[in-house]
């Protein structure tokens, strides 16, 4: 998911100072959707025609200041071939220039939770559902089973591998309440051997919820909570007050 996800951090260690610490990611957080190659900053995907390749010289050539363009790849649902694109990013694009914040819950302890992880050999591939296939699913590589216990309810969630790190893709009943609709993203920290932990209060809005230039995979049924999870990013906020709508 290459410029996709903004910001992975993840700790393996207790911290000494926990609100401390979220209150800097927060501001990290800031700092890396305005960013240059930010979400926010991503303002075209031009899907060329099968079988080309990115002239990544041509594309770049006479683009104004604070332009900059790179490629992305992924495979047609249909054929299984790849597809490939250019990606422009205007680091003054209208979307930073209108952004304010991303509103938050408070910080609490209460939702950092820690959960049991059994890896799975091989590489099992589980289907996710992204926002803008008309319902077609992309298989991804899950390596590992997390069994999480929220409220007396048994979870078995399915977190994938993002460039070497677990990401949960999860939903609850705060969708397009008071958090962004189609669901949030979660890095999960391994603790120790077979235990991992996850920190909701640094859950985040996927990079759709900031561009509609981005697919995002959505929560599939056994990443959906049956409580609400009152904890991370809600949703992005416009200058004066409006939330983003993608």
């Known amino acids: 998911m290459s410029h996709a996800v903004s910001y992975p951090v993840v700790l393996d260690q207790p911290t000494l100072d926990p609100v401390g610490e979220w209150e800097a990611w927060c501001v990290e957080r800031r700092r890396s959707v305005t960013s240059a190659t930010g979400n926010l900053a ?21 683009q104004p200041r604070g332009v900059s363009v790179t490629t992305v790849e992924r495979t047609d649902l249909i054929t299984g071939e790849p597809e490939r694109a250019l990606r ?6 209208s ?17 950092v939770l820690d959960a049991r992880y059994t890896p799975i050999p091989g590489a099992r591939k589980v289907g996710f559902e992204h926002i803008r296939d008309n319902g077609g699913t992309r298989d991804l590589v899950v390596p590992g089973d997390i069994a999480l216990t929220v409220d007396g309810r048994d979870y078995l969630l399915n977190a ?45 809005v996927p990079p759709c919820g900031f561009s509609d230039q981005y697919n995002c995979p959505m929560p599939p049924r056994q ?9 991370g990013e809600k949703r992005p906020v416009l200058r004066g007050g409006e939330p983003q709508q993608y």
């Not at 991503?42 to 006479?62: F, K, N, Q």
């Not at 991992?196 to 640094?202: G, H, K, M, S």
């Open 223 to 231: 990443n959906r909570f049956h409580l609400p999870i009152q904890a």
């Open 42 to 62: 991503l303002v075209e995907t031009r899907w060329l025609p099968r079988g080309e390749h990115p002239d990544l010289e041509a594309a770049r050539s006479g």
């Open 88 to 93: 422009f990013w205007d680091a003054h694009s």
């Open 95 to 111: 979307a930073i220039q209108d952004f304010e914040r991303i509103d938050v819950f408070p910080y609490d302890p209460a939702w």
């Open 160 to 204: 994938f591998d993002d460039n070497g790190v677990l990401l949960l893709v999860f939903g609850d009943p705060t969708n397009g309440d008071t958090t962004y609709g189609a669901g949030r993203f979660l890095f999960v920290t391994h603790t120790g051997e077979g235990t991992v932990r996850l920190d909701f209060n640094r859950a985040f």
